[in-house]
């Protein structure tokens, strides 16, 4: 059962939105790669807010999938795309359908 969960969010500095929104969407082969990941989500909110939520079934995925290749990715391009350092909060599934 997927009941961890991983919640990143993040602000693209102005003018970067559509980079920081074209990084997210070339990791999706990534995400496929990780046989941690049960779901991954890339989503953004208004112009500039962005984020992941991907979710796992148990604390080896979650844990690794944290120093996996998307978190380099991001963090690789974080001081020209952001405006700060993503805030990532480890999220503990309640209920789901």
Known sequence: MENLALLAQF???PGKEQQVADLLTSALPLA???P????WYAWQIGP???GI???FTDD???DAHLGGEIAKALMASAD???VSTPVIDKVKILAFK
């Open 32 to 34: 496929e790669a990780e």
């Open 53 to 55: 939520f991907d979710t």
């Open 60 to 62: 080896a995925g979650r």
């Open 11 to 13: 602000e693209a500095k």
């Open 36 to 39: 941690g990941i049960i779901r």
């Open 80 to 82: 020209e795309l952001l």
């Open 48 to 50: 500039s807010t962005f």
